[in-house]
């Protein structure tokens, strides 16, 4: 499936679940804010969501810091 994730093309190898891009990406679930096609994804969202070909995630991680 191709998607553009923070702004680069993207091969996701998954069946397509956002937690499953996730996980290529190594984004931590708790940490990370997720926008699919500019709608922000709920944390209690995240395991159910679905991507289809094109969609465009953006994946911020939060970082701790000072």
Not at 33 to 62: C, H, P, T, W, Y
Request: charged content about 20%; overall charge negative.
């Amino acid at each position: 499936m191709d998607l553009i994730v923070n702004g680069q093309s993207y091969r996701h190898q998954g069946g397509g679940a956002l937690i499953e891009l996730m996980r290529e990406c190594n984004a931590d679930p708790g940490r990370t804010a997720v926008m699919v096609n500019g709608v922000i994804v709920r944390k209690g969202q995240m395991d159910s969501a679905m991507l289809a070909d094109g969609d465009q995630v953006e994946l911020i991680m939060i970082a701790a810091g000072g």
